[in-house]
């Protein structure tokens, strides 16, 4: 089970060691044997809320996860429009290799993609835009081949003015950078584990829900290696219920009952946010 917010506390089941940056940096090399072997579905694994909006940028630019009405009046005011937005908007005061290095795993990303300078940039977007994805992708590259003991699981939540061939753009892109290091999902949910998963050199699940999208059939069916496909996990197999709640009682119930609810053969993801 994957837990993101913006605090996340350890729960009674097999979970995240508390310690130093040193042992949360790599503290799924430091787990007991036991740990490794149980299903990685059973652990509860620290992730982030919109994990890269510490890279959003104050600009008079709404980004489109917002309304039309709010576009407009950040045109109309671009100052204070983005000085409330930015405020909003950014959900994490910690960089990616801070997140890391504090024990985050689960990472949520939402994109737009943004035409300059006849390219078109995959960008960070929560109310505004930030870096592009490229640059974490990077970090994240880095991060597994200096440390191989971790597992990182990636989940493209939003992808904002997506053409098809901006997904295999982008698709291609997480392939060539990360290859045998992506978990595949053909395989049982309940026989994945870290111990499995450090044996067959896999350290990143790829969750991108959009590939399985009815828009995106002739991209399924001519444009990717079918093969490709098994690497690219659906929904289907990461719930994430959204809570829509300002209540922490309410959070609580809600979350508890669909993980109750979960479907066997799948992960779940809990979304702690009020």
């Not at 992730?47 to 309304?67: I, K, M």
């Not at 983005?82 to 801070?98: A, D, P």
Request: aromatic fraction near 8%; proline fraction near 5%.
């Amino acid at each position: 089970m994957i837990e993101h917010g913006q605090s996340l506390q350890n729960r009674k089941d097999q979970s995240v060691p508390q310690g130093s940056h040193s042992s949360t940096s790599r503290w799924m090399g430091d787990l007991p044997d036991r740990v490794k072997n149980a299903p990685l579905c059973s652990l509860s694994i620290p992730g982030s809320h919109d994990s890269f909006t510490y890279s959003l940028e104050r600009s008079g630019t709404a980004g489109s996860d917002q309304p039309e009405l709010i576009r407009k009046i950040t045109k109309i005011f671009p100052r204070i429009s983005t000085r409330i937005l930015y405020k909003w908007s950014v959900t994490q005061g910690k960089n990616l290799m801070g997140q890391l290095e504090s024990g985050i795993r689960y990472f949520d990303i939402r994109l737009e993609v943004v035409p300059k300078d006849g390219e078109r940039e995959f960008r960070i977007v929560h109310c505004l835009l930030g870096t592009q994805i490229s640059e974490q992708v990077g970090e994240i590259k880095k991060c597994l081949d200096e440390n191989k003991s971790e597992i990182i699981i990636l989940d493209f939540q939003h992808l904002y003015k997506f053409e098809m061939s901006d997904h295999e753009h982008l698709i291609k892109l997480l392939l060539t950078q990360f290859g045998n290091m992506l978990c595949s999902r053909k395989q049982e949910i309940s026989k994945i584990s870290i111990a499995s998963l450090h044996a067959s050199g896999a350290r990143l699940i790829l969750i991108y829900p959009a590939i399985y999208y009815s828009s995106n059939r002739e991209l399924r069916k001519t444009k990717l290696d079918p093969l490709s496909l098994w690497y690219l996990w659906p929904r289907s197999k990461w719930p994430t219920p959204w809570p829509d709640t300002t209540s922490t009682g309410e959070l609580k119930l809600f979350l508890d009952k669909k993980l109750r609810e979960r479907k066997p053969g799948t992960f779940f993801i809990s979304q702690g946010i009020l």
